[in-house]
Structure formats: structure tokens, C-alpha cells
């Protein structure tokens, strides 16, 4: 009470009598000016009169009206009290630690406490936790669930003084607060929320991968058969996730089904993906199918559009998988199958005979790979400048971020008079000469953060992309030109098959054609990984331009120092898991030590015992991984979970901000998570 001071309308309401003073003595200095001495005494005397009534009053009165008003607050303050105490709201008051003063009727049967519960709310509930109490006059809301209902928990700060002060009439000093929480049930709002999200259409696109090849090795009266045995597993599988499927042709479906049915799908990894290869009726080689699925958008068409690009993806991927996209999100299942290679070689004559046609149309071609360029980047792009300078347009290949086992090759390029002094050039002078009229390839790579220079893609509206790697969600999409085949074992080969098809003046020189030729030797291990029948015609055809066996192997020569890097990397090898063989290559004194990590990790895959291998080291500020295996894991799905990406068997990624121990403890978590989600066999 010795705070509590009046203020407001009530004082002006007790003060205004005394105020009248001011007026009385107005009024008697005008009796003694105009009325004269007698009428002011007067006036003087009544004027006294007054002022002792009126302060005694004030000093008697004051006090119990001041009693009267507190007792009038605290019925009315009682009213509000019982009001609040069967309000159908959930309420109650914490302190400042977050123990219970007070709450409601309604608060006290939800929480099944009585209402002389004061500990403190985090006992009550988990998800009220200590730092999710306001800590200011913002009001905090976290989401609660009792009894089988989920509660809308809303908490805020009330100031005891702003309570006592609401009305105006009195003034309060102490800044000491209560913490008021409301709970509102949001559980049919949820449910209805969630019902919602399941119902939404979700559109797909089903592809059979290898069906042109499977069914070569199929007599005619069996490929019926074949396919109908293939088609009855589908339309049972997707009959039982209660969807609608529809054949577009001999090998492409149309399904929509309700998001509820794809979370099942996802939860269950689409095992469709592994009963297709199962069906055998004498086929050599088994059916694979490749799903796209879109949604997240309120069109139709828009879900269709995205389901058909999620489609390319998957097929852009190396097929045997399925892609869901859902608004920003990708996610990938399967792909656990190496790509199937095409006999056919139409694909490779089309899109060369595109390449012409753009090239021809532009004044330049540049040419980048991607960053730290190995030899199957800087042969593509040499390939691709043969092209060019076939039909007379200029042509740059950036090559200043090289490793170190390039550098010989370009070196012998710039002493060749055949070359001018633009055909290798750096980032700077790319910068240049790239513009509207000039077209971008990019050979190697499909990510735009992998390229030797990313911002020439902004530079010109012509990019043309041929790559090998699987892709994933960051990839080139404004292409005129995208060939991208993960069954293929390097660029160089795929380079090499574009050559043949180009135009009948394409003469490779030797010099080129032991660049190609170096591509292929390096990506495939000297031809035992991820070769196929192209791939030997690919180098049989370089072999007949010039390539020399005996050249090529001279490049892939290693230093001292690089020989006792890898060797020291394997060993210094762990065995993970008992499965995985994760080592650090040293970096201090090598010229490339991504290129002795990729060794060491070859070297590593020969172990009994291992399926998959990592080397990691550090460059640059960053730590790079190399990753290998045969057959057994895919470790370009891990990598991808690293930010990376590659093949089945052969992937990478670049880690920045982690130390090589936190690199090494962040690849063990990742490894032992995809093992628990089942991605990992």
C-alpha cells in the first residue's frame, strides 16, 4: 500500500475543491478593488471558511474513499478471478522460474494436478522446456500434446505493476513479472491438417530403363510374356498404395496416387525397384525401371511437369532408381544397379551432329572442365577443340587450375605451332573472350559449382554439357545441349564417339589423340572398371588416329614423393564397420594430392573383405574425399549426402570449414546413418 499513490481521474476528482481556492481569491482582490475594504473582509472571511472546510474534508475523506476504491478493485478484481476460474480455457500463472502459482479449473483436469500444484511446468510437460520460457515481452508458442490432444501452447510475460496500474488509477514501482500460459486444442485442426497434406495428388512417371535391350536377348513369342509378367508386378504393386496407374506406351506408365500412399511408398523404399528384376523367363539380361514423382504444387500440371523432369533426373542418374521431388526437396531411392550400356550408337550421332550445327552457328567455342582438371577433362575438352577448329571456329579451353600430371600434356600442346596462344587459357582471358556469340562446353561435369569457372555460365545463353557422372539435384538446366550418359566410362569416350559422327574432315592428330586416350586409361583404371564394348571401340578408334600406349603410359608416371604419400595412406588405413577402409593422405610436398588420394583409394579396393574405400586430404583449404567401390556399395549416394556426387563405383566430394578429423568423424556418422535408413546394404 505505501506504493500505491493516486493518480488519474480520482485525483483530479479529490483535488478540484482545493483547486476552487485559486477562484476565492480572485474573487476577493476584485471586492477590495471594486467593492471596497468592508465587502473584501468579507469576502476574505467566507473565503477562509471555505478553505477549512474543504481541507478538512479532503484530509478526512481522502483515506476512506481510498479504502472504498480498494475494496471496490478487489470485488472487482474477484469477479474477474472467478470468471477466469471457469473460463474453458486451459490457464494458469508461473512465476519467474517457471513453477505454477496458479491456474484455472479447466488447466487443473487437463493436467490432472490439483491447483495447489507449484512445481514447475517442465515436470508437467517435456516439451516445455526452460529455454522455450518468454524471455522477454514477446510471447512464446510451442505445441504440447496430453491426453491424446495437441495443445497450442501460448506463454507471456505479465508485469505485476502493469496489472495494478491497468486501470490508471493507481502507480505501482516494482518491475516484478508472471509468466501467464494458454492452451488452445488444435487437435482436429491438426488432424484436418494432416488429412489435407495426404490427400494431396501426387503425380508419377515409370519408365522401363533397358526395355530395347532386354528384350533383344528375348525370343518373340516370350517378349509378351516377359512384358506382361513385368507389367501384372507394377499394377499390383501400385494397386495395393491405392493408385492409378495407366500404360503410355510399351515402356512408360502414368500413375497418380494421394501423398498418404507415397510416404508409405518412401517408407518402404520402393520395392518395386527389386521385384521388376526378379522376372525371368529366360531373358540374359533383367528389366530395370526408373520413377519420377512431383508434387508440392497446387496444379496438376505443375506436379505433371515436375514428375516428367524428376524423370530425366532418374534417367540422368543411370535409371534402376526412383526421384521425389516435393517443392525444394529431392529425394533419391535405389540406384543400386550400374547403368545398362546402349549397343545403339544413334544417341551419340544425334546429338553430335546437334554440336555441329551450334558450334557452326557461333564465332567461339570455350571449353572448361571441372575444378583441379584431370587428364579426362583437359582430353574432352582437347577433343572438343579438334571439332572446332574442323570447322574453322576458334576455340579456348580454360586450363589454369590443372593437377599436376596435366600440366606435361598442356605444356607439350603450347610448344606445338599447330596451337595458337589462346588455345589454353586462364579464367581471366576466358572471361573475355566468352560472350553472347560464344559458346560454353562443359565437359566432365554437370554441377555448375564443379565447373573451372562458374561464371561463365552467366556470360553466354549457348552451354552445351557432355558428362559422364550421374546427376543430381544441382545441375546445368539452361543447356541447349545436354549429352549425359553415366554408363559411359569417361568423357574422353564419349568425346571420342561424338568425333566419329561429327563430319568425315575430323582428323584427330596424335598428340589429341593420346589425350583421349589418357581420359580413358585414367577413369577406367587401365580398362578394368566401368568398361564396355564402346568403350573399347572408343579407344580402338584412337588407337587408328595415333594414340601410343607407350606415350600415354609415361603420363601417368608418379613422383617419389607421390609413391610414398599413397603408400603411407594405405598403410595408414582403418577399418570401419568392418567393411569400409577410410585413411588420410598426407598433402605436404605433393603437387596434386587429390590425384595420390584417388590412387590410394584404388589401391585400397583390392583389400579382401572391403567394399568401399575413402581417402580423404586436404587442398586448397578444403578437404577432399575420394571415394571407390566395386560393386557392392554405391558410393555416389554417399557422397551425395556430403554435397557431392559421382558413380556407383567411383564418386568425391569437397568438404570446406572441417579439419581433416572432422571430415573423417562427419564420413563415419554419414556411413553409419544411410546403414540405419537401409540406403547402404
Known amino acids: 500500500m505505501k506504493n500505491l499513490k493516486v493518480n488519474g481521474k480520482l485525483k483530479t476528482y479529490l483535488v478540484w475543491p482545493i483547486a476552487l481556492l485559486l477562484l476565492w481569491a480572485l474573487l476577493v482582490l476584485l471586492l477590495f478593488l471594486k467593492a471596497g475594504r468592508t465587502a473584501g473582509v468579507i469576502g476574505l472571511i467566507f473565503m477562509g471558511i471555505y478553505a477549512v472546510v474543504t481541507v478538512t474534508l479532503y484530509m478526512r475523506s481522502s483515506p476512506r474513499l481510498m479504502n472504498e476504491m480498494i475494496a471496490f478493485?478487489?470485488?472487482?478484481?474477484?469477479?474477474?478471478?472467478?470468471?477466469?476460474?471457469?473460463?474453458?480455457?486451459?490457464?494458469?500463472?508461473?512465476?519467474?522460474?517457471?513453477s505454477f502459482l496458479w491456474m484455472n479449473d479447466a488447466f487443473a483436469e487437463l493436467s490432472g494436478k490439483s491447483k495447489r500444484y507449484h512445481r514447475k511446468i517442465t515436470d508437467l510437460f517435456e516439451e516445455a522446456e526452460e529455454e522455450n520460457?518468454?524471455?522477454?515481452?514477446?510471447?512464446?508458442?510451442?505445441?504440447?500434446?496430453?491426453?491424446?490432444?495437441?495443445?497450442?501452447?501460448?506463454?507471456?510475460?505479465?508485469?505485476?505493476?502493469?496489472?495494478?496500474?491497468?486501470?490508471?488509477?493507481?502507480?505501482?514501482?516494482?518491475?516484478?513479472?508472471?509468466?501467464?500460459?494458454?492452451?488452445?486444442?488444435?487437435?482436429?485442426?491438426?488432424?484436418?491438417?494432416?488429412?489435407?497434406?495426404?490427400?494431396q495428388i501426387v503425380c508419377g512417371l515409370l519408365s522401363l530403363d533397358n526395355y530395347d535391350e532386354a528384350m533383344e536377348g528375348v525370343e518373340d513369342v516370350r517378349r509378351s510374356l516377359l512384358l506382361a509378367l513385368v507389367e501384372r508386378k507394377i499394377n499390383k504393386y501400385f494397386g495395393e498404395v491405392d493408385c492409378i496407374i495407366r500404360k503410355l506406351s510399351h515402356d512408360r506408365f502414368f500413375f497418380v496416387m494421394r501423398k498418404k500412399s507415397l510416404l508409405e511408398c518412401e517408407e518402404q523404399r520402393f520395392p518395386i525397384l527389386d521385384d521388376v528384376k526378379t522376372v525371368n523367363i529366360g531373358n540374359e539380361m533383367s528389366l530395370t525401371l526408373s520413377i519420377g514423382i512431383g508434387c508440392g504444387e497446387e496444379s496438376y500440371l505443375a506436379n505433371a511437369d515436375i514428375a516428367r523432369n524428376a524423370l530425366e533426373l532418374a534417367l540422368g542418374r543411370g535409371g534402376d532408381q526412383v526421384v521425389v521431388r516435393d517443392g525444394f526437396r529431392t529425394h533419391f531411392y535405389g540406384g543400386n544397379t550400374e547403368s545398362t550400356e546402349k549397343i545403339t550408337r544413334v544417341k551419340a550421332r544425334v546429338k553430335a551432329q546437334a554440336l555441329q550445327e551450334i558450334i557452326e552457328s557461333r564465332s567461339r567455342v570455350v571449353v572448361m572442365g571441372h575444378k583441379i582438371a584431370d587428364i579426362d577433362a583437359i582430353g574432352a575438352a582437347i577433343g572438343i577443340g579438334r571439332a572446332a577448329r574442323t570447322v574453322g571456329v576458334p576455340v579456348s579451353i580454360v586450363a589454369d587450375d590443372i593437377s599436376d600430371n596435366v600440366r606435361p600434356v598442356i605444356e607439350s600442346f603450347r610448344a606445338d605451332q599447330e596451337y595458337d596462344a589462346d588455345f589454353f587459357v586462364t579464367q581471366e582471358r576466358a572471361r573475355e573472350l566468352t560472350g553472347a556469340d560464344t559458346v560454353l562446353v562443359v565437359v566432365d561435369t554437370n554441377k555448375p559449382s564443379y565447373t573451372a569457372c562458374e561464371e561463365l555460365l552467366g556470360r553466354t545463353g549457348s552451354i552445351v554439357v557432355l558428362d559422364h557422372h550421374r546427376q543430381g539435384d544441382d545441375r546445368i538446366t539452361n543447356a541447349v545441349l545436354s549429352y549425359i550418359e553415366p554408363y559411359a566410362s569417361s568423357a574422353c569416350e564419349m568425346v571420342a564417339e561424338v568425333l566419329q559422327y561429327f563430319g568425315e574432315d575430323v582428323k584427330l592428330r596424335s598428340i589429341e589423340a593420346d589425350a583421349l586416350y589418357a581420359g580413358i586409361v585414367l577413369d577406367t583404371s587401365n580398362f578394368i572398371a566401368r568398361t564396355g564394348v564402346r568403350t573399347f571401340e572408343a579407344a580402338a578408334y584412337l588407337r587408328r588416329n595415333g594414340a601410343d600406349v607407350t606415350r600415354v603410359r609415361k603420363m601417368f608416371r608418379d613422383d617419389v614423393e607421390d609413391c610414398r604419400a599413397k603408400a603411407q595412406a594405405v598403410a595408414d588405413a582403418e577399418i570401419f564397420m568392418d567393411e569400409f577402409a577410410v585413411s588420410v593422405c598426407p598433402s605436404e610436398g605433393l603437387h596434386s594430392p587429390t590425384v595420390v588420394s584417388a590412387q590410394a583409394a584404388n589401391e585400397l579396393l583390392n583389400t579382401r573383405g572391403i567394399k568401399a574405400t575413402f581417402v580423404m586430404t586436404e587442398y586448397n583449404g578444403q578437404v577432399y574425399i575420394s571415394a571407390r567401390a566395386i560393386d557392392e556399395v554405391n558410393v555416389q549416394l554417399i557422397m551425395e549426402r556430403l554435397g557431392g556426387g559421382g558413380h556407383l563405383s567411383v564418386a568425391g566430394a569437397q568438404l570446406s570449414d572441417y579439419t581433416l578429423e572432422e571430415a573423417k568423424a562427419l564420413l563415419k556418422s554419414t556411413i553409419m546413418e544411410m546403414k540405419e535408413e537401409g540406403d547402404i546394404a
Do not use: H, W
Open 133 to 199: 520460457l518468454p524471455d522477454s515481452e514477446e510471447s512464446r508458442t510451442l505445441e504440447i500434446e496430453r491426453n491424446g490432444r495437441i495443445y497450442r501452447a501460448e506463454m507471456k510475460r505479465v508485469y505485476v505493476t502493469e496489472l495494478l496500474s491497468e486501470n490508471g488509477s493507481f502507480v505501482g514501482t516494482d518491475q516484478e513479472y508472471l509468466i501467464a500460459v494458454c492452451l488452445f486444442d488444435e487437435t482436429d485442426l491438426t488432424r484436418l491438417t494432416e488429412e489435407k497434406e495426404a490427400s
Open 73 to 98: 478493485a478487489t470485488q472487482y478484481g474477484q469477479v474477474q478471478k472467478n470468471l477466469l476460474q471457469e473460463f474453458g480455457l486451459p490457464y494458469a500463472l508461473l512465476d519467474e522460474e517457471g
